[in-house]
């Protein structure tokens, strides 16, 4: 057979390989893309147990900084009343709160709008403005002794490498 | 083609298999990529976040709680402590002693020939009674600002020393977890005289949020149907007919209003004992009296006798009128053109499908009976 093969005077032409090329060929990219698509599948899955877990957190985040108690009146009460008394004295309070508990989050955003959806206060916080992806994160209403009530809304910001865990610039 | 010499070799054919296979197999890898069916902790979450919902709706029931005793005490103290409507009935009442100078009177010393009588015009009970019903009020203008529906009238208000008030609920505020079509399971009696009375797997509809029902006959608006504070929930056949008479309200110019449709067993209980807002127990300590407004909750047949435990009654009023003779004549022709069969007692009061009534109704061919 060795002999045979050696030393036969036909030649053996690379046509004869292409099939087994092409099929190894588009085999191959198949298989990447099914594996590209495993990736994004898992990835989608980690990101959105990710993003309930941060539900979960803003969620306690604001609960938190609203039933915690200052001068005997909790936060929803302060900015309650620094609603009615139209001035920002709520400002201070939820930028100490919500930098303290939040130190690992890129940036974050609280907003606050009366029942007619006007905006009282928004304040932004970190690289929020510069992050690509934003998200609410919780919302809570609260009652006004007037008989209004206002949404407090918490948004996360992510996707900037490098700002975590890093000196937040105020804004 | 067989006389060919040269031999024709399956590898394209292959190819050509190989690549289409390959494709398909491709596609459907990416239709599941699309969709993550419950991924880990989905369920989990989808509770979480609905306690969350819960937790907040609470937090705002409190600090309206809180925000509503400040401005009733206010009041009270602004109206010398009193006002003259009774609680829990709007029958207007007169202040025994009267006014001086725009102010209510507390004390009224009359000189009548040779003797002198003294009137202590406020007693605790009038006070107390005034400001539950201020603080029920006040507290029903806060929770009808809420974005959720929140019951309105659901709680037990004890006043304790200093000015303290503790409520407790008389229904549980409910938080769907999913969809809105609601799986009653057999109802866990709370005392040993309440059988459970509701079959397991009935299929009861919440309709509180539904602006739009469709029908065969096309789209129904069902918007103002179920106002703030209201449960509304009914049986599916129930809910059909609902938006048939609905359909017919509109063809007369106006719409319904629910103000009761299904009640739990807890619920009904409630009711009876008192322990809402309506009182009934006290308004009618004599249980004899108050069978008359409030259908007795206990007992086997509890199930027969108390319709709104089946899902199948509501009662209901025409939106935004004053409900005078012609307005209750008019929703009763609306009602009973829909096929509903109206309590004789209760102009409000109409049961359908399978209610003890109903089937009596179809029985003797009527469709207003006791």
């Known amino acids: ?171 | 083609m067989f006389k060919n010499k040269k031999a024709i070799g399956l590898e394209w054919y292959m190819l050509i298999v190989a690549i289409f296979m390959g494709v398909i197999w491709f596609y459907i890898a990416m239709q599941n990529a699309k969709t993550i069916p419950n991924y880990v902790g989905e369920h989990q979450f989808s509770i979480l976040k609905t306690a969350n919902s819960a937790e907040n709706a609470l937090f705002y029931i409190d600090q309206s709680a809180k925000y509503s005793l400040e401005q009733t005490i206010y009041n009270l103290v602004s109206n010398g402590g009193v006002f003259e409507i009774e609680a829990n009935n709007d029958d207007k009442l007169v202040h025994p002693c009267g006014t001086y100078n725009g102010a209510y009177v507390w004390f009224q010393i009359a000189k009548d020939a040779d003797k002198t009588l003294v009137t202590d015009c406020i007693n605790e009970d009038v006070l107390e009674a005034n400001l539950e019903y201020e603080f029920n009020t006040k507290l029903n203008e806060h929770i009808l600002e809420y974005p959720s529906n929140i019951l309105l009238d659901n709680y037990k208000y004890t006043i304790n020393d200093g000015i303290e008030i503790t409520g407790m609920a008389a229904n549980p505020i409910t938080f769907n977890i999913g969809n809105e079509k609601i799986k009653t399971t057999t109802i866990t009696a709370k005392s040993s005289e309440v059988n459970p009375i509701i079959s397991s797997d009935k299929d009861l509809v919440e309709f509180s949020k539904t602006v739009t029902a469709k029908t065969p006959q096309g789209d129904v608006d069902m918007s103002g149907i179920c106002p703030r504070g209201v449960s509304c929930v009914l049986t599916k056949d129930a809910y059909d007919m609902l938006v048939k008479a609905q359909k017919r309200a509109k063809d007369h110019g106006t719409s319904l209003q629910i103000t009761s449709a299904y009640r739990s067993i807890e619920n009904q209980i409630a009711i009876w004992s008192g322990d809402t807002t309506s009182h009934y127990a006290q308004r009618y300590p004599d249980e004899n009296e108050r069978r008359k407004w409030v259908c007795y909750p206990y007992g086997s047949d509890v199930g027969q006798r108390c319709p709104h435990l089946t899902g199948n009654a509501v009662d209901i009023r025409l939106n935004g009128r004053a409900m005078t003779t012609s307005d209750w004549k008019l929703l009763e022709k609306i009602m009973l053109e829909a096929g509903w069969v109206r309590y004789a007692n209760e102009p409000w009061h109409f049961e359908c499908c399978n209610t003890q009534r109903y089937a009596r109704a179809q029985e003797l061919g009527v469709q207003v009976l006791v």
């Open chain 1, 1 to 171: 057979m060795k002999y045979k093969i050696f030393n036969s005077k036909k030649g053996i032409g690379i046509d004869d390989a292409i099939p087994v090329m092409v099929v190894i060929f588009v085999v191959a990219i198949m298989f990447m893309l099914f594996k590209f698509s495993e990736h994004s599948k898992e990835k989608g899955i980690t990101d959105n147990i990710q993003q309930q877990k941060e539900l979960v957190q803003g969620h306690d985040s604001l609960m938190g900084y609203l039933t915690s108690i200052t001068n005997g009146m909790n936060n929803a009460d302060l900015v309650a009343a620094s609603y009615l008394n139209k001035d920002k004295s709520a400002e201070d309070s939820i930028k100490t709160y919500f930098s303290s508990r939040l130190p690992n989050i890129n940036g974050w955003r609280v907003k606050i709008e009366d029942s007619k959806e006007k905006e009282f206060l928004d304040l932004k916080y970190g690289f929020y403005d510069k992050s690509p992806l934003k998200y609410q994160v919780a919302e809570s209403v609260i009652p006004v002794k007037n008989g209004e009530t206002l949404k407090i809304t918490l948004y996360f910001a992510k996707g900037n490498p490098g700002a975590i865990n890093s000196p937040i610039d105020r804004q």
